[in-house]
């Protein structure tokens, strides 16, 4: 019962406070009416990511199609696509067809885009809930499995893209729910469901088939194993395990049918298509006035450009990679979410553990890190802080629940945490309740001579917004923009974080100081109850 309290707790208040934040306009866009700047950077369609997904859904729904019009590909620009003379999607089609649902219901209610939107909220809670259940399931109480997962959802960036339109808190619900089954369920039957989400990974995003590959390889340990049999070591294999994989192939047979669709290839991956950066008016691609000029008769004439996925990744990027990814001020995982940084004591406790679930976690953060610091844009082109550490996230909130676990007694240590945390909390509610439109250090300069003017590039970007009241959500955009202004609705939803966290945290503390011997030497007729 108090487990259940505990998951139905964190499931109400994430639902709230994804509520009063998820981003949106009243209405039904149209591929004629989504130039409107309502829809686009002014509005919860504001980068190119989120367009290109959301008007490859309308295309599908709205069309039968996988190509664009020529209004929807004029929307997506920068980030489109162009084959054999068509407009395309330069992104994996897993998101914008599991948002079909979404969207269909939201345009019944006349919100569309919201419906959209609301299936990202709704895997960032299912990500919430699974890093408590996979916290339970390595043996720390419910409370700071909680504790854990309400610092992913609103202590990290994963907060602002949970209220906006990217795949990543969806990658991180197949990489999470993929350890859950491993951990819950014994015997060879799990790995048909961890294959099947493996597919599901890669068509939602490619890189996912590198970041799961170690749960893939752990999970075989069940079927290939070695086995210790009258003096000798024999090779186990379980046939009827094996056949299990076949899960992987409906999902990347879909993906292969939509790249034949699409490109004309089945083997064409999407990243690898010919860019279109602008469109003429004649409805030809066309070269941006800031381009080079080499660059300009490319972009000009798509059919020039060479594209490899062998390119996409470079080990030269690392150094550079690895101090964005970290220490930046624009994106780094020190500046957006310190608190981060106690996942490093819960590692080393499940490593005390000799548990050997530590290995397939630890891999996957580190393949996360390794990845995005060879790509050729580790800032994510503009965004708020490092939206791809977000599977990252949701694996190092499990282990600062283990960190939780032992540091229970220390309030000095637990107070330290609540302040990170708070600083966390507060810096990442700015970027949900605004924009994820903040510039990499880069473009600052070019940037400046565009607008003339100082530009900014870290949180305080987001700051200036509050203040001069720009808020993208829904809720604040629809019934409150005139009642409170933008800054105090900003200081009410994180007032209410910061207090709910907390009261949490003193609860959690005063449920071990009740269990503790100095409790008993008090009040020793007192009883030692749990309180949650």
Known sequence: M????????????????????????????????LADPRWGEEGPLELSPERGRFALLMSIVEKGSFYFSLPLARFVTPDLGFKDGKY??????????????????????????LGTYAVVGFFSIANALLISFIAVKLKTGILPAVLSSLVFLFATPAFPYAVSYYQHHLSAFLILMSVYLLLSHKGVLPLFFIFLLFGLAIAVDLPNAFLML?????????????????????LNIKIHGLFSSVAFILPVFLLLLFNYHSYGNYWTLSGTVSSVKAIDEKGNPASPESAKNEDSIKLSDPDRQEKSAFNFFQSRNMPKGFNVLLFSADRGLIVYSPVMLFALYGIWQLYKQNSSFLSPLISVIGITFLLYSMWGDPWGGWAFGSRYLIPA?????VFIALTLQSIKRQSLFLLLFLMITAYSLAVNTLGALTSNRNPPLPEILSLEKQTGKQEKYTFERNWDMIQTGLSKSFVYQTYLKGVISAYDYYRLITSVLIIFYAGLLFLYRLQNFRESAGFRKLYPGGKNRNLL
């Open 214 to 234: 170690p749960i893939i390889l752990y999970s075989l340990r069940r079927v290939i194993f070695l086995q210790k049999t009258g003096g000798r070591t024999l």
């Open 393 to 397: 996230f949701a694996l190092l909130s």
């Open 88 to 113: 395309v999607s330069l992104f994996t089609p897993g998101l914008s067809v599991i948002s079909i649902p979404g969207y269909l219901i939201g345009k019944y209610f006349r919100v569309s885009q």
């Open 2 to 33: 108090k487990i259940f309290l505990g998951y139905l707790i964190l499931f109400l208040f994430s639902v709230l406070i994804l509520t009063l934040s998820i981003r949106g306009v009243p209405g039904n866009p149209a591929e004629n009416t």
